[in-house]
């Protein structure tokens, strides 16, 4: 500036030539001139300025050096009624002034020359007195504290924010509280758009804004309205990168409190993560403030301010999926207390019945039919409750071999041949080629079994049920269509899930806990496959498909396990029965008896090895589960004791896992059956005690 000074056409102005300014203006210029400090010099009546270098960022490329010499009004006629009055104070009374973080609006580093940037500052203003003792002029020292006032303003945003996250809420309720935040910094964040996926939905749409009026929010509900008001939405959701885009002109209506009465022109638009995950789970579209330049410092506020967004809907999105496991854990809880009540009720009243005298004949047959149908439903609900904890633990083992897509079909009908006929259905199968995959044929059975018994429960009578078989893309396909009451839009995405059915009445007229299809599905992964369902909606049918590799061999690999044989008949045994449930003991002992064989029962782990002695038994059935000491161990100290060690044992137990089997044979058992025991494995297990 001492150049530009130097060259300056002085004569041109009041002040004239440079040689004849006054001493003290001289003096105070070359104090202005030699400052780090932005300052500037208004002198004379009209107060005109000079001013450093340090002072040129205050003014922008837009003023300097036009201003130079020009009168405060002239060079700042936006702002000069604000800064004017401090001068033309001191100018008249002679007093020092000193105003601190004062908000001014200048142009200077936006494009629009229109729109006054926001600008905070502390000014020092000094009196500067002429040879004869008048006030000629101001001095002021200037400091922009712009940084850390907009600073402040933000951090205050993001404060409220962080503490927004941590209330409860749903989805929208997170986000309305977001806006609700931003809607109160107007000055950086003109307006907001939060898009995500409320509850039930699929799609991102509009959740939550800010200081956008009613009828453009509903004209921006989706990211298809977005794209027709030219908002890149699909190009963030897609790419998963922020972008910044021009604003068409908006109806605007400015918010004198909390925000600029110009419309912004530009926003941001950003995409909201879950932690540790990179899908999209939403978007935030923040506009930029027309009175702040979009630099570095800004950019970073949008940051964070997305980041504190995506913490109010990850921690929404986890509160919605607690609730919802917790409402599903709920509902399965009641599920589970009626599909047991159901069979309890009828087992409850064939024991009373049979407690009763003069039954005989076909009502004692009867009643024993009741008890063994009853039975069975409890033991497949049981076995499903199992399936599912093993699988959900990675418990399960697959036996596979190559097996064709038409045996496991065969396989899986002889299971729901009779409720197929009760609901008198229109059954047709069609297999394309001979399709052979790598599989558990066990599993792949349990599979197609659960999916045949849904199309049956829920097609009414008369209804129609196709089965296909073929192959594509590497996989062997099952495909199960039927034309019943088909599936809602909102539910088929979440048919696999735990706990999961179409309609849940109070009469639980279909029955089943809900877990089918869960199962299917995480079977279908475990084999490398796939599961999924469509439906054209509620009363269309619904068709499940089944996808499971196929087998990279032509033969079959393993022979059929040859059917068991039936178990050899002999004299009678003496059985001793170790449990530590006394029915379970009793009922099992009577059972024997009822066979034929001088059975008693002990409950107590501690009197085995004397009760063994005095009954000299040809076999034992042990709970593994015993208190004090388990089945395994009990087995040990029988094989380590010389006068019983010859005896043969059979472990009875819940768990019936492979490792389970494995563990009880290390131990010394010689069989292994998993409760219920049946009648026919206890037949087969005790022929080996005649050998």
């Known amino acids: 500036m001492s150049g530009r000074m130097r060259d300056f056409d002085w004569d041109a102005t009041p002040f004239g030539a440079l040689a004849d300014w006054p001493p003290p203006l001289r003096a105070a210029l070359s ?10 010099i208004w002198w004379g009546d009209d107060a005109r300025v000079l001013y450093n270098d340090a002072y040129i960022p205050f003014l922008g490329a837009g003023k300097h050096p036009g201003v130079l010499g020009l009168p405060g009004a002239a060079g700042w006629p936006g702002t000069w009624a604000q800064l004017g009055a401090h001068v033309e104070g001191v100018l008249h009374s ?17 494009d629009q020359q229109d729109v006054q940037e926001e600008v905070y500052a502390s000014f020092a203003y000094e009196p500067l007195y002429a040879d004869d003792g008048t006030i000629a002029g101001v001095f002021c020292l200037c400091s922009e504290t712009t940084p850390r006032m907009q600073g402040e303003r933000r951090l205050t945003t993001l ?99 909390s925000g600029w009465p110009e419309a912004p022109r530009s926003a941001l638009a950003i995409p909201l993560r879950r932690a540790g995950v990179q899908d999209v789970i939403g978007i935030a579209v923040l506009g930029v403030s027309p009175r702040c330049a979009l630099d570095d410092s800004y950019r970073a506020f949008f940051d964070l301010v997305a980041a504190s967004v995506e913490a109010v809907v990850a921690s929404a999105l986890g509160r919605e999926a607690l609730q919802a496991a917790n409402r599903q854990k709920t509902e399965f809880l009641a599920m589970l207390a009626h599909e047991l009540r159901n069979p309890l009720a009828p087992i409850r009243h064939v024991a009373d019945r ?3 005298e003069g039954l005989t004949g076909p009502q004692a047959a009867r009643c024993i ?10 033991s497949r609900l049981v076995d499903d409750l199992l399936d599912m904890s093993r699988i959900t633990l990675g418990r399960v083992q697959l036996h596979k071999r190559g097996v064709l897509l038409q045996e496991i079909i065969a396989q899986s009908l002889e299971s729901v041949d009779a409720l197929i006929r009760e609901r008198q259905h229109r059954l047709t199968v069609t297999s394309e080629g001979a399709a052979r995959v790598d599989g558990d044929p066990q599993r792949l059975v349990q599979c197609l079994v659960n999916v045949l018994t849904n199309a049956a429960k829920y097609t009414g009578k008369g209804g129609e049920l196709h089965i296909e078989s073929f192959e594509r893309d590497g996989f062997g396909v099952l495909r199960v269509r039927d034309t019943g009451q088909g599936i809602a839009p909102e539910l088929i995405e979440h048919i696999f899930d735990l706990f999961v059915q179409s309609e849940r009445t109070l009469d639980r007229a279909q029955g089943g806990l809900g877990l ?73 002992a009577m059972l024997l ?28 059935v042990l709970d593994i589960g015993l208190p004090k000491i388990d089945g395994y161990q009990m087995a040990q100290r029988i094989r380590a004791t010389p006068d019983l060690a010859h005896i043969t044992l059979i472990a009875a137990t819940g768990y019936g896992q492979p490792e389970d089997r494995a563990r009880a044979f290390e131990a010394g058992f010689g069989d292994h059956l998993v409760k219920p025991v049946t009648l026919d494995a206890l037949r087969r297990a005790l022929a080996k005690a005649r050998r």
């Open 369 to 378: 039919e009741i008890l063994r149908r009853q039975a069975a439903v409890l």
């Open 354 to 356: 049979l407690g009763a």
């Open 31 to 40: 104090l202005c001139l030699g400052s780090q400090s932005p300052a500037a």
């Open 516 to 588: 089918g299809l869960s199962l299917v599905k995480k079977v279908m992964e475990l084999h490398g496959g796939h599961a999924y369902a469509s439906s054209d909606g509620v009363g269309h049918g619904t068709t499940v498909t089944l996808e499971v590799p196929l087998a990279d061999y032509d033969a079959v690999l393993h022979e059929h396990e040859p059917e068991a044989a039936p178990p050899e008949t002999g004299g009678p045994l003496r059985v001793l029965v170790v449990d530590d449930n006394a029915d379970a003991a009793d009922s099992l």
């Open 94 to 110: 002679g007093d020092a002034a000193l105003s601190e973080d004062e908000h001014v609006f200048l142009a200077r580093h936006l």
């Open 593 to 620: 008896e009822a066979e034929g064989h001088a059975a008693t029962a002990v409950y107590d782990a501690d009197a085995v090895l004397a009760c063994a002695r005095q009954f000299a038994p040809d076999a034992i």
């Open 159 to 257: 404060r409220a924010l962080s503490a927004c996250a941590a209330e409860t809420g749903s989805v929208v309720a997170a986000c309305e509280c977001a806006t609700d935040i931003l809607a109160a910094n107007g000055y950086d964040v003109p307006f907001s758009a939060i898009y995500a996926v409320p509850l039930g939905r699929t799609d991102l749409e509009l959740v939550a804004s800010s200081h956008l009026d009613a009828p453009l929010v509903a004209r921006l509900h989706t990211l298809a309205d977005a794209r027709a008001h030219a908002w890149p939405l699909d190009e963030v959701l897609a790419q998963g990168e922020t972008r910044e885009f021009a604003l068409p002109s908006l109806d605007w209506r400015g918010d004198a409190d």
